[in-house]
């Protein structure tokens, strides 16, 4: 199987012109549909998580529904992983694990 793996591409992460050509190189890969299974990853800064952004580095952007829209289009078929940290959970690392993945390409 072979996986495109999209981590953050979020609003509130957006900082210049340089994310802007990421996105269009993301929504190309996307639409030469090549890729088995499309995998995003959302950083959502929830207080009520316990975000360590929060805690430890008083980091409150991505807490709104606004700065943690994707900011390219995301595929119906997509899976959408939410995450808290840095990392993902230890269920979301199984499913990508039972995915059987022989290629993979993250941005």
Not at 3 to 17: A, R
Not at 18 to 26: A, D, G, P
Not at 71 to 91: C, R, T
Request: aromatic fraction near 12%; charge should be positive; avoid cysteine.
């Amino acid at each position: 199987m072979k996986v495109l793996l999209i981590v953050d591409m979020q609003k509130g992460f957006m900082k210049n012109d340089k994310y802007l050509l990421l996105n269009q190189k993301i929504a190309n890969l996307i639409n030469k549909k090549i890729y088995d299974k499309l995998i995003f990853t959302k950083f959502i800064n929830d207080k009520s998580k316990n975000a360590l952004y929060q805690s430890r580095l008083n980091w409150y952007r991505l807490e709104t529904k606004a700065e943690q829209m994707f900011s390219i289009k995301v595929p119906d078929d997509a899976v959408i992983l939410e995450k808290y940290g840095y990392g993902l959970k230890i269920e979301d690392l199984e499913y990508i694990k039972s995915l059987n993945i022989n290629e993979i390409d993250i941005y």
